[in-house]
């Protein structure tokens, strides 16, 4: 049996180390643990390190979700899908939120709150919080091991001089259980509250730095800010002071991503997380025309199954 | 009066060093390169007290060992014997024998560093305001509107238009810079300030007023300080006491009035004529 047809892609022992290893990052709490990142039949960077993970921690008869962006369509989603349809025999892919055992993700987290039987897995690019104030990482794990993170709140000091408010807009440095900030991945600042306390276990994996961390469930997640300016999440207000919603579902409680619409040119709005502007749309008895039908949302699960 | 440092036969040794390296070297000797193994004794048993509101001068030619023994002391280099106690709000600090953690937390929050260089002391990438935030944040100060503040009273008070505070430092003149960075090494307060050729390279009045400053700060705060320069006028003005070193050896040390009115030792006496 050739390494490419066995389940889960990687050998054995290479899945055992990273089991071992996101053990590891469970045991300390948004500690960057450093594995041995393998290569895959993929560039790195198209979230290896989220794939590795995923490929090591799926069983059989479990059922996985990938989302990149929030949708379960977009280029890097259904590649990484159908991949490890092809290399996990007998697990099962859905993009329903609450059918899935084990959901990556690349840039946001899902809507609906995770339960504690899910895990949630974010591709990572940049692990290290502190490489924007340090370039030598020998002195970033001296400021870790020293909880010293007082470099990055210059930062933010400098952009609230600057801009009157904290311009971070993903990437967001959350600090976890009271010592190891991390990168909680290329989420908007919307999802840093549902890493606080999570149900789920989060695993992060970057897959070009070799490092896997981990915020693990029910543990403190606090984002870095100032006593006086507190952190805060995207406001989606319009100039009347109305929340915006969904043009699709008329969801007013979800993040919204901002289009263009090509015929009338005015801004529309819609939700990132596709799965749930779909359940709101069922839910409502509202439909619209622009709505993608139940018989497409199969078209589109048998083109990915 | 309370002691406020007190530093027990520090030594300094680049290289692996050997038996006769503190024989072979010294003023005597007009070396401080082992003739054995090549190492540079860059200090060697330099001992002394420093107390409350005390501003103590180490003074000596460039390679004398005068930066090294204060650098050891910030923990910018480790000494390679020798120890020093920090007295400081009822405890005593073994300096040498504290962990990174420790030393840092003294570094931050209780000792100040104000270099030659403002690169060195400065981050030149954020504002001179973000510079003491930078300060106040190592030592735990999570509230902006309250660093702001702090911040604007430093600078006020090193002579910085506050309104400048949030332009970078390089925009600034060298004595400028200067302000900045004795604003900074002030942010906690510190009980304890080091001042590694603080004036050299500037012109004379702006001289003038940095030393005009530093006393006061003496005054008001009752800051001890230790002052590193070859610049006579400098000792004379700050210095209540004086080291003087030469090859990384302390050759004559006791009132600054007395060393230079009637310096003892013959190197002493010829940088004292060579400059009054």
């Known amino acids: 049996m050739g ?5 889960g892609f990687l050998d054995e022992y290479a899945k055992k180390e990273i089991r071992r290893t996101a053990l590891k990052a469970v045991a300390i709490p948004g500690y960057q643990v450093p594995y041995s990142s393998r290569e895959m039949p993929m560039g790195r960077g198209f979230g290896t390190g989220g794939l590795q993970l995923t490929l090591s921690l799926l069983g059989k008869g479990e059922t996985l979700k990938v989302i990149d962006q929030g949708s379960d369509d977009s280029v890097n989603a259904v590649n990484l899908r159908s991949f490890i349809e092809m290399t996990c025999s007998g697990v099962n ?4 939120t609450t059918e899935a055992d084990v959901i990556q993700s690349r840039h946001r987290i899902p809507e609906k709150d995770l339960r504690e039987d899910q895990l949630l897995v974010l591709q990572v690019p940049y692990p290290d919080p ?36 904290i311009t971070i807009s993903h990437r967001y440095p959350t600090r976890i259980n009271d010592h190891y900030v991390i990168d909680p991945s290329p989420i908007p600042r919307w999802d840093v509250p549902k890493l606080d306390q999570s149900p789920a276990l989060v695993l992060l994996g970057a897959g070009r730095e070799k490092k896997i961390y981990a915020v693990p469930p029910y543990t403190k997640a606090e984002p870095l800010a100032f006593e006086d300016v507190p952190f805060r999440v995207e406001d989606f207000t319009d100039k009347d002071g109305q929340r915006r919603r969904c043009q699709r579902c008329d969801c007013t409680t979800s993040f919204l991503d901002e289009f263009i619409d090509s015929k009338s040119g005015e801004k529309i709005y819609q939700c990132s997380d596709t799965d749930w502007c779909n359940e709101q749309s069922t839910n409502s008895s509202v439909m619209s025309d622009k709505e993608i039908t139940a018989d497409n949302i199969e078209i589109v699960e048998m083109a990915n199954g | ?54 501003i103590l001068g180490i003074m000596g030619e460039s390679g004398s060992g005068k930066s090294t023994a204060v650098k050891c002391l910030y923990f910018d280099q480790e000494p390679s014997s020798g120890n020093a106690t920090f007295f400081d709000e009822g405890e005593k600090y073994d300096l040498f024998e504290l962990n990174a953690a420790q030393q840092r937390r003294l570094v931050n929050q209780r000792f100040g560093m104000v270099y030659q260089n403002p690169h060195l002391g400065l981050n030149f990438d954020i504002s001179s305001g973000g510079n003491i935030a930078e300060r106040l944040l190592m030592s735990e100060v999570k509230n902006y509107s309250d660093i702001r503040l702090r911040a604007t009273n430093l600078l006020t008070r090193t002579e910085v238009l506050t309104e400048r505070m949030d332009e970078l430092p390089k925009n600034f003149s060298g004595g400028m810079q200067q302000r900045v960075q004795i604003a900074k090494a002030l942010a906690t307060n510190p009980p304890l300030l080091f001042l590694d050729e603080v004036t050299t390279g500037l012109d004379l009045s702006v001289q ?3 030393l005009d400053l530093i006393l006061e700060i003496q005054q008001e705060q009752q800051t001890s300080m230790i002052v590193v320069t070859h610049d006579l006028g400098v000792i004379r003005l700050l210095a209540g006491r004086t080291l003087v070193m030469k090859y990384g050896r302390v050759i004559e040390s006791g009132l600054t009035d007395q060393i230079l009115e009637d310096p003892q030792h013959a190197y002493t006496q010829r940088l004292v004529a060579s400059a009054l």
């Open chain 1, 130 to 165: 502190l490489i924007v104030v340090e370039a030598s990482e020998n002195k970033r794990k001296t400021l870790h091991g020293e909880a010293d993170y007082s470099r990055l709140l210059v930062k933010l000091y400098e952009d609230i001089v600057k801009f009157d408010e």
């Open chain 1, 93 to 96: 892919t859905t993009i329903s």
């Open chain 2, 208 to 210: 003038a007023a940095i």
């Open chain 1, 3 to 7: 390494a490419s047809n066995h389940f």
């Open chain 2, 1 to 54: 009066m309370d002691k406020v440092l007190e530093v027990n036969n520090l030594s300094k040794i680049y290289g692996k060093g050997c038996f006769s390296c503190f024989e072979l070297t010294g003023p005597e000797y007009d070396t401080n390169i082992c003739p054995q193994c090549g190492s540079v004794i860059a200090a060697h048993d330099v001992s002394f007290d420093l107390y409350k509101g005390e």
